[in-house]
């Protein structure tokens, strides 16, 4: 079968809720995948910072096949053997006192909620049912109905109501405004350290400081979303430690498995995630010994590999180097660590024809927000392949 006829089967049978890039994907290694067609493409997406370690890194790969041939699911109605190891060793990487583990990034998230919530009630002692949560306008923290009662995007919204109560909706980087919002029934704040489906955007310095100080100040939770800027992805193992802030709680998900299946947790304080109680949260496949081997692997790459400080290495030479291609079409070149944002002018427009023109030299890269280009690589790539991007990178801008 060729690439059109992978098309055409998913076109037929698959729901549209996805515009990929025509390009049939069947192998991958590092930084590299490969068609159907067998074309090479230089992988500048990792989805979307799931696969921080790179494609099948072989001594996660190794790990998960072990782990296959022993025990895969016992459910959390058993204890396994894997499960509280992964539980210490990323309460300690993260400086916290426990963590929940669940699957997607959206359950990671669902799970934060309802923590909050209960420490809402529990601890603040806010009246029954009247919590509140603080969000931050173009947010994106999932897929759930709850998640997307506070998305300001209407296509991820419309005909999906009606939504879920007790949200409050800000706009992101104006601390001002989360004091101003803030009232005695308000349970939390969440917030991305930086918004990456938003266009990669990058607050004000400070901004989570204050944010820290001002949930400090009222008794609210501060809760840091890092499915994205966490693990190494933003040039610190989480954005938050560029401003030395820790939150309550943390949700992490995607490269916590490097890419190899779906692992998600919160990490949080013992005064919030304490108050769980048996019965009162679960899922079937969280905490699973396949899942928890595969992310202890996962994360002793990042450390043994020091992807944080190479993503903030590379990330700043790729931004200079990009700013230097000096493209009549870019507007701004943003980013922290190696997630990266080129955001066209009005001459540039949309970034979809960019994406494919890099396609075509063997780039793959995915608009978000329209006029966003992202740039986001495994963080085990190398300079060299860096410079090979940035020669096909400066044509395709300036052309
Ligand atoms: C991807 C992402 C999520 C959702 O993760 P899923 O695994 O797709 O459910 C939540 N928050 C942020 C910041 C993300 O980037």
């Given at each position: 079968?060729?690439?059109?006829?992978?098309?055409?089967?998913?076109?037929?049978?698959?729901?549209?809720?996805?515009?990929?890039?025509?390009?049939?994907?069947?192998?991958?290694?590092?930084?590299?995948?490969?068609?159907?067609?067998?074309?090479?493409?230089?992988?500048?997406?990792?989805?979307?910072?799931?696969?921080?370690?790179?494609?099948?890194?072989?001594?996660?790969?190794?790990?998960?096949?072990?782990?296959?041939?022993?025990?895969?699911?016992?459910?959390?109605?058993?204890?396994?053997?894997?499960?509280?190891?992964?539980?210490?060793?990323?309460?300690?990487?993260?400086?916290?006192?426990?963590?929940?583990?669940?699957?997607?990034?959206?359950?990671?998230?669902?799970?934060?909620?309802?923590?909050?919530?209960?420490?809402?009630?529990?601890?603040?002692?806010?009246?029954?049912?009247?919590?509140?949560?603080?969000?931050?306008?173009?947010?994106?923290?999932?897929?759930?109905?709850?998640?997307?009662?506070?998305?300001?995007?209407?296509?991820?919204?419309?005909?999906?109501?009606?939504?879920?109560?007790?949200?409050?909706?800000?706009?992101?980087?104006?601390?001002?405004?989360?004091?101003?919002?803030?009232?005695?029934?308000?349970?939390?704040?969440?917030?991305?350290?930086?918004?990456?489906?938003?266009?990669?955007?990058v607050p004000p310095e400070g901004y989570l400081r204050e944010v820290r100080e001002i949930c400090d100040r009222h008794t609210v939770l501060m809760i840091a979303d890092e499915i994205q800027s966490g693990l190494g992805r933003a040039?610190?193992?989480?954005?938050?430690?560029?401003?030395?802030?820790?939150?309550?709680?943390?949700?992490i998900g995607k490269a916590l498995s490097g890419g190899m299946l779906p692992v998600s947790a919160v990490v949080g304080t013992r005064e919030v995630l304490g108050l769980f109680k048996p019965g009162s949260h679960g899922s079937t496949f969280g905490g699973s010994p396949m899942a928890c081997a595969?992310?202890?692997?996962?994360?002793?790459?990042?450390?043994?590999?020091?992807?944080?400080?190479?993503?903030?290495?590379?990330?700043?030479?790729?931004?200079?180097?990009?700013?230097?291609?000096?493209?009549?079409?870019?507007?701004?070149?943003?980013?922290?660590?190696?997630?990266?944002?080129?955001?066209?002018?009005?001459?540039?427009?949309?970034?979809?024809?960019?994406?494919?023109?890099?396609?075509?030299?063997?780039?793959?890269?995915?608009?978000?927000?329209?006029?966003?280009?992202?740039?986001?690589?495994?963080?085990?790539?190398?300079?060299?392949?860096?410079?090979?991007?940035?020669?096909?990178?400066?044509?395709?801008?300036?052309?």
């Amino acid at each position: 079968m060729r690439t059109e006829d992978f098309i055409r089967l998913e076109e037929t049978y698959g729901a549209h809720n996805y515009h990929p890039l025509d390009v049939v994907l069947s192998e991958g290694k590092g930084v590299w995948v490969w068609d159907v067609e067998g074309n090479r493409y230089l992988d500048c997406l990792s989805a979307y910072s799931a696969l921080n370690q790179g494609h099948r890194h072989p001594r996660i790969v190794d790990v998960m096949i072990a782990q296959a041939q022993k025990l895969t699911l016992t459910s959390r109605a058993f204890r396994n053997d894997q499960l509280p190891l992964l539980e210490k060793e990323l309460c300690e990487l993260s400086g916290h006192d426990m963590m929940l583990p669940m699957n997607t990034g959206a359950e990671a998230v669902e799970t934060a909620l309802k923590a909050a919530r209960l420490w809402g009630y529990q601890v603040k002692g806010i009246p029954a049912n009247q919590a509140e949560i603080i969000v931050c306008d173009h947010n994106f923290h999932g897929r759930t109905i709850s998640i997307i009662t506070f998305s300001t995007e209407p296509l991820y919204r419309d005909g999906f109501g009606p939504f879920t109560p007790g949200f409050k909706v800000i706009p992101f980087g104006d601390a001002g405004a989360l004091e101003k919002a803030i009232t005695p029934h308000t349970a939390a704040f969440m917030v991305e350290p930086i918004q990456g489906e938003a266009g990669v955007i990058v607050p004000p310095e400070g901004y989570l400081r204050e944010v820290r100080e001002i949930c400090d100040r009222h008794t609210v939770l501060m809760i840091a979303d890092e499915i994205q800027s966490g693990l190494g992805r933003a040039g610190k193992l989480f954005a938050c430690d560029w401003e030395n802030v820790q939150p309550d709680m943390i949700t992490i998900g995607k490269a916590l498995s490097g890419g190899m299946l779906p692992v998600s947790a919160v990490v949080g304080t013992r005064e919030v995630l304490g108050l769980f109680k048996p019965g009162s949260h679960g899922s079937t496949f969280g905490g699973s010994p396949m899942a928890c081997a595969v992310a202890r692997e996962a994360l002793n790459v990042i450390v043994d590999e020091n992807l944080p400080q190479r993503a903030h290495e590379l990330g700043a030479y790729f931004v200079e180097q990009l700013w230097e291609i000096n493209s009549p079409y870019v507007k701004e070149v943003r980013g922290k660590g190696l997630l990266i944002g080129v955001e066209l002018n009005d001459e540039g427009g949309d970034a979809r024809p960019f994406c494919e023109a890099l396609r075509e030299r063997g780039i793959l890269a995915k608009e978000t927000h329209r006029n966003v280009i992202r740039f986001a690589p495994p963080l085990i790539i190398t300079q060299e392949e860096l410079d090979w991007a940035l020669v096909h990178i400066r044509e395709v801008l300036r052309s």
